[in-house]
Nanobody, 121 residues
Framework: VQLVESGGGLVQPGGSLRLSCAAS????????MGWFRQAPGKEREFVAA????????VYQDSVKGRFTISRDNVKKTGYLQMNSLKPEDTAVYYC???????????????WGQGTQVTVSS
């Protein structure tokens, strides 16, 4: 599976961005997809994950109520809608595809190249 993220950029605090993750290669309808992020000088951290079949989701506590993960099985694309962005959300965001959400939370699976999100006034 090859993954390409897009949608990052510069946004003011309180603003919104939607990240996309387009997958190509073998069919991944039975997989889960998730997002990680890595801020400068910090370890990579789990953000959210979703199962492709039933759309079950899991979120890191700090993004609950602000971020929404979704997917479009037909387009083979996953999304991360980010609202009420804060400066501490600034990071490179990575898309990951794995066999289930637990696998993704462990950081196992296929990774994209990342997209930069900067929240600053």
């Amino acid at each position: 599976v090859q993954l390409v993220e897009s949608g990052g950029g510069l946004v003011q605090p309180g603003g919104s961005l939607r990240l996309s993750c387009a997958a190509s290669g073998r069919t991944f309808s039975s997989y889960a997809m998730g997002w990680f992020r890595q801020a400068p000088g910090k370890e990579r951290e789990f953000v959210a994950a979703i199962t492709w079949t039933f759309g079950n989701t899991v979120y890191q506590d700090s993004v609950k109520g602000r971020f929404t993960i979704s997917r479009d099985n037909v387009k083979k694309t996953g999304y991360l809608q980010m609202n009420s962005l804060k400066p501490e959300d600034t990071a490179v965001y990575y898309c990951v595809v794995g066999s289930d959400t637990s696998t993704i939370r462990a950081g196992l699976g296929s990774w994209g190249q990342g997209t930069q999100v900067t929240v600053s006034s």
